[in-house]
């Protein structure tokens, strides 16, 4: 069973919001204003937030900023703000989704559903610990072990890593490295991913120049292969 914090100062979008999630059998957490929002976010731990804008004591791009500061849970924008700037504003800070008010409850349905099944975790999320053969990466513990020695990464370069294994197999585009890592602002940065890719074959590739898990796709972006 999915869990959904509401995040909405309207009592009575909030009230028909928990009645249409519990009857599909969602759990469901409300908050009405950012700083009830943020505390359980942190102790529920939600599958999916959706989040009002307009909240009474700080705006909810503030909210989503301080979510992204620690987890990747999808949240659902929903908002009677209707101009792009606003809808770029929080996309950038890092919404998944935007619903604009009024909305149909079916079409909030949907995204929410699409939102879950897009946050289903991949094989290699599943893991605990990743154990390539030359390096093991315990993602929980947030550590990496090369040849029985720890190898001491930087948060940026862990942050990097982390993202890469998330995404096992498949090509992650240099703009969405940039975003995720460094923020929205940095889309364009891509020395910065020269460098930090480069320190991280430096400590894990048996051979740097010639890299067999952290693979360029020139021009368009890297790939973690097993």
Not at 16 to 27: F, G
Not at 96 to 123: H, I, N, Q, W
Request: aromatic share 6%.
């Amino acid at each position: 069973m999915h869990r959904v914090l509401v995040v909405d100062d309207e009592p009575q979008i909030l009230r028909a919001l928990v009645i249409n999630l519990k009857a599909r059998k969602y759990e469901v957490d409300t908050a009405a204003d950012g700083a009830s929002a943020l505390r359980l976010a942190a102790d529920r731990h939600p599958d999916v937030i959706i989040l009002d804008l307009g909240l009474p004591d700080m705006d909810g791009v503030r909210v989503i900023t301080g979510i992204r500061g620690w987890t990747r849970v999808p949240i659902i924008v929903l908002s009677a703000r209707h101009t792009s700037d606003e809808k770029v504003e929080a996309l950038d800070a890092g919404a998944d989704d935007y619903v604009t008010k009024p909305f149909g409850m079916d079409e909030l349905l949907a995204r929410l559903r699409a939102a879950v099944r897009r946050a289903e975790p991949s094989a290699a999320e599943d893991e605990a610990v990743v154990d390539i053969g030359g390096f093991t990466i315990d993602l929980a513990a947030k550590k990496v072990h090369r040849d029985g020695r720890d190898i001491r990464l930087t948060p940026t370069e862990w942050h990097l890593l982390e993202v890469l294994i998330r995404n096992t197999g498949r090509l992650v585009s240099q703009k969405q490295l940039l975003q995720e890592v460094w923020g929205p602002s940095y889309g364009t940065e891509t020395n910065y991913l020269r460098v930090y890719m480069a320190q991280l074959r430096r400590k894990l590739e048996a051979d740097p120049s010639a890299p067999r898990h952290l693979i360029t796709e020139p021009g368009m972006g890297y790939r973690f292969e097993r």
